[in-house]
Structures are given as C-alpha cells and as structure tokens.
C-alpha cells in the first residue's frame, strides 16, 4: 500500500471512529433514558439525544468522508472481495451514500421526536391512552413518508426504510415470502388447536425476581455472554445495547408471575449479545463493527432464545437447576410436563410473549399495517379498529382495549414506521437455516446442549457469521455459510417436527 493511501485510510478510520463514539454516547444516552433515568428527565433527554445525533449526522456526512472515500476508490479495487478494508471502504460508502440524502435537521428532528414519542406512548400504553399519543403517531407517519421521499426511485414507499433496516430487502421480496409462511402456518395452528392443550399453569405461579434472575445469568454465563464485558439491567421494554466491543448490554424485565417472560427475554438478549461480542475486535470504531442486518440479528437471538433454549435437551441438563431455586413451584412437576409447558401454541394477543408457532402471524399482521400507512391507505385515527380487525381475522382474537393492541410494541412509538418488523420473521427462519447448517456441520451439538455446553455451537457461531460483523450482507452472509439462498423449508420443517411431535400431529399432515 502506497503512503498515501495509508495516510487517507487512517485519516478515514479516525473520522468514522468519531462518529462511531457519537452514536455510542446517543446509545448511552437511550439506555440510561430506559433504565434509571427518572420519569422528569424526559424532555432534556430528547433534548440531548436530538444533539448528539445531529452531531454525528453532520460529522457522517461531512463532505471530508465523501472526498477520502472517492481517493481510496482505486485502492478498493485492488482488493479481494473479502478483504477487511474493501469490506469497510464499500459498507462505509454505502452508509455514506444513505446518510447524505437525509438532511442533518431531518435527522436531528426526528431523533428529538421519537425520544419524545416514547416518553409519551410509556405513560399512554399502562393508561390505555390511544388518543394521547394519536397526534404523535401522526407526525411519526408523514416522517417516514419524509424520509422515503429522500429515496426517489423506490418501488415501494417502505422500500427505503426497509433496506435501511435489511439491507437488500423490499416489500415486493419480503410480500410473497411472508404469505408463503402464512398459508404453511394457518393449518399448523389449526391441526395444534384441534389437539388437547399443554398444561402451562406451572409457569404462572409466584417466582421471585430475584430467583429468575440468577437462574437466567447462570444459563446466558454458560452460552459464553461475558460479565466482564457486559452487564443485564431491568427495563419495560428488553433490549441489547453496545457502546464498544468491550461494553455490550442487554436489559430484562421479570414478571413474578410469569415465569417464561423474563427467562426467555434474557436467552433472546444474550443471542443478539452474543453476536456483538464475536465480531473482529480489529473493527472497533468502524462501520463493520455491528451485526450486519436486523435479520441476522434476530436470528441470532431467536437460536439462543428458541432452537437452544426452547429445546429438550437443554432442560434435560438446566430443569434441576431451576428446581432447586424454585422448589416449592417445581418440585412436583416433571421435566416433561415444563418442557411442554414452555412450548404450549396458543393464539395470544402480545407478539412478545407469542409461541414459536405463532409469532410470525403477529410480525406478518404489523408489516402489512405498515405497508397500509405508509401507502396512505390507513389513517392513524383508523390504526386502533385495522389492529383489532386484523387480529380477528388471522389469530381469532380481538384485544379488550389498546394496550394490548396498538399500543403493545415500542417500535413505531420509538423510531419511523416501516422497517421495524420484518426482520423478526426473517431472523427466524435465517435462524433454521443457520441452526441445520451447524447441525450437519457439528451433529454432536444437542447432545453438548443437554450437557451444559456450548463452546462448539457457539464456536461455529462466531467463526461463520459474527467475527465478520458488517462485512457481508445477510445474503451473502446466508449463500457463504448455508450454501443457499432464504429459504422457508428448513424453518417449516423444523416447526412441524418439533410441534408435531409435542401435539402428537399425524405424520402424513401437509404432504400432498
Ligand atoms: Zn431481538
């Protein structure tokens, strides 16, 4: 490499480490506001983290970025694909290209107003309040709208929004596939329903706080998520967070009388926590120093959650733990009888507590409200009634009020709509894509599980998909290490032998 060229991509590195701490601190800054902040602190806080983000906007975007960029063009050419710095100079100048079409005042505004928007929806949702956040709702909506009119030339409206979120994605990809999941789903859920129901009252008893939390960090201790260089807070609404490699979050919330809840928060925070503590510690401070996709993402925290955590042999080895901390609720029921109460199917109205069968059904429901707002198709004033309406019509449930229906997740309340829900369908069935492939890579993996082991999932994990951080899009990530492209069949086939075999289903159901 020439001296120029070093000096340029050092120059580079230093100006996108500066963003890097910028968006860190405004990272910080939201963690804080969800954790320990006091309630009164939230409008300073908007305040706050509407500067930060427009510092690091106008700091992305400086014109200094665009120049260094288009000098070290030559050099990328001379590089392999997969080399470290052809992967930072292309992801670099793609989030560039994003970031110049949005006026640092339009970024700043809307950080402003989202923060001040889930300040708002986090009094409204306990109070069933539709209404008080309607007018906020309202304004979220034609920023979003703004925002893909940055993006001209987009077939669909939340084209731009997705592809931020899933780089890639669109809603004429994502549309067919989700219906394609929906009709394999529909009879699934019909033939679970028409078998006797699993027993879950086991769950529903009293647990201590205290009790669940030890638990849940002695499993997420073993999967490999290092105390030293994270630490898990309560919170309304879990998250992961990372502020550097060395320092990646992940909240909880426990509920004592629901024993699943925060248990199963703390698997799927520990999968996202997992993946940012694998990358390459060489990207620190880069644009390569994040998960590569919302997609990837989930499917990271689904498998720890779900194909790990939800599995038999994994409460062959941690049931007698849990026993002994709760000896009173447990003692008495078998590991069986948990094991199928922790995988019961039931329609339900809260898409974060939802079965595995039946989630998808909840994400599919909110992109296609999305997609609606977005095309202008459905008002705000109308979203509470659509909600309910869809509910009926694709899990037979009408929530009692709002609280559990339009008002139950954050996203919308605490970023843009559109973007903000098809990666939880796509992380998981990447998440069986990625689960089959390690299993025929490594067929010795569940019964590591059932003893407590983790390395060499966990291993085949981070050398396949998290030292790489952004250096591969979610399909190039999926063709390199599954061989193939998305695909439904290894989720479907997964769901069906698991929840055939827990609801004793009929072999021969779904083959033509
Ligand atoms: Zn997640």
Do not use: F
């Given at each position: 490499?020439?001296?120029?060229?070093?000096?340029?991509?050092?120059?580079?590195?230093?100006?996108?480490?500066?963003?890097?701490?910028?968006?860190?601190?405004?990272?910080?800054?939201?963690?804080?506001?969800?954790?320990?902040?006091?309630?009164?602190?939230?409008?300073?806080?908007?305040?706050?983290?509407?500067?930060?983000?427009?510092?690091?906007?106008?700091?992305?975007?400086?014109?200094?970025v665009g120049h260094l960029l288009d000098a070290l063009q030559p050099y990328a050419e001379t590089l392999p694909y997969d080399h470290d710095d052809a992967a930072l100079l292309r992801v670099a100048r793609r989030n560039y290209e994003r970031a110049t079409r949005v006026p640092t005042s339009f970024a700043a505004e809307v950080a402003g107003h989202v923060t001040e928007s889930f300040s708002v929806w986090a009094e409204a949702r306990p109070a069933n309040d539709f209404a008080r956040v309607r007018p906020y709702l309202e304004k979220t909506l034609e920023f979003s709208r703004r925002y893909a009119d940055f993006f001209p030339g987009y077939q669909h409206i939340a084209d731009p929004l997705i592809d931020s979120a899933d780089f890639g994605m669109s809603a004429a990809t994502i549309g067919p596939l989700f219906e394609e999941l929906r009709q394999a789903l529909t009879p699934l859920v019909k033939a679970i329903g028409e078998r006797p129901q699993v027993d879950d009252s086991c769950l529903h008893q009293h647990f201590p706080a205290a009790g669940q939390r030890a638990f849940g960090e002695a499993v997420i201790r073993d999967y490999g998520y290092d105390f030293r260089r994270g630490r898990q807070d309560t919170t309304h609404h879990p998250f992961m967070t990372k502020f550097a490699s060395g320092d990646v979050r992940i909240t909880t919330r426990f509920d004592e009388s629901d024993l699943g809840g925060g248990l199963f928060s703390t698997l799927h925070e520990a999968g996202h926590a997992l993946y940012e503590l694998g990358i390459d510690p060489a990207f620190e401070g880069t644009p390569l120093n994040e998960g590569t996709s919302a997609g990837v993402h989930e499917s990271q925290s689904r498998l720890w959650e779900n194909q790990v955590g939800r599995s038999a042999t994994f409460w062959q080895r941690y049931y007698g733990d849990l026993q002994r901390i709760f000896p009173e609720q447990l003692g008495g029921v078998s590991v069986e009888q948990f094991y199928a109460a922790v995988n019961r199917v039931e329609p339900s109205l809260i898409r974060t507590e939802a079965d595995e069968v039946t989630y998808n059904l909840h994400v599919i429901i909110r992109f296609g409200l999305e997609l609606d707002l977005l095309e202008g198709k459905l008002a705000i004033a109308d979203l509470p009634e659509a909600w309910h309406a869809r509910y009926v019509e694709s899990l037979g449930l009408r929530a009692p009020d709002d609280r559990d229906g339009v008002l139950q997740d954050v996203h919308w309340y605490g970023g843009l709509i559109g973007g903000a829900f098809q990666g939880y369908t796509l992380g998981n069935i990447m998440a069986a894509q990625f689960y089959a492939t390690a299993l025929a890579a490594h067929p010795e993996i569940p019964a590591e599980i059932g003893q407590g082991r983790f390395a060499t999932l966990h291993g085949w994990l981070r050398t396949n998909i998290y030292q790489h951080g952004s250096k591969f899009t979610a399909s190039e990530l999926l063709e390199r290490v599954t061989g193939g492209p998305l695909t439904l069949a290894p989720y479907l086939h997964y769901l069906n032998t698991k929840y055939g075999a827990l609801y004793g289903l009929r072999e021969e159901r779904g083959r033509p």
């Open positions: 490499m020439e001296n120029s060229t070093q000096r340029q991509l050092a120059e580079l590195k230093a100006h996108l480490r500066e963003v890097d701490d910028l968006r860190s601190v405004g990272s910080l800054l939201a963690w804080d506001q969800a954790t320990y902040m006091p309630e009164a602190g939230a409008a300073a806080r908007a305040r706050q983290i509407a500067t930060v983000e427009a510092l690091a906007h106008e700091k992305a975007t400086a014109a200094t």
